[in-house]
């Protein structure tokens, strides 16, 4: 699977925003799809994951209640809505298939 993120960029803490993305290549629907980030001088962690059906969604304690995964199998693209932005959510955001996004940046000021 090839994906492609779009979306990221800087945000005021408190604000919004939402990352898509989108897939090609094998059928898209049958994979489970995830959003993973890496803040400076950290590891990357697991932020949230959807299941293939969009039926059971995944969130680490630290975006619980903010952060809302979906997917449109008839669009091939994921997304992850960020609301109520703290600034140590900045980070590069990677979608995540069997295969990892560009990864897009979201920075969020204080």
């Known amino acids: 699977v090839q994906l492609v993120e779009s979306g990221g960029g800087l945000v005021q803490a408190g604000g919004s925003m939402r990352l898509s993305c989108a897939a090609s290549?094998?059928?898209?629907?049958?994979?489970?799809m995830g959003w993973f980030r890496q803040a400076p001088g950290k590891e990357r962690e697991f932020v949230t994951a959807?299941?293939?059906?969009?039926?059971?969604?995944y969130y680490a304690d630290s975006v619980k209640g903010r952060f809302t995964i979906s997917r449109d199998n008839a669009k091939n693209t994921v997304y992850l809505q960020m609301n109520n932005l703290k600034s140590d959510d900045t980070a590069v955001y990677y979608c995540?298939?069997?295969?990892w996004g560009q990864g897009n940046l979201v920075t969020v000021s204080s």
């Open positions: 959807i299941s293939w059906s969009g039926g059971t969604t």
């Open positions: 995540a298939a069997g295969s």
């Open positions: 290549g094998r059928i898209f629907s049958t994979y489970r």
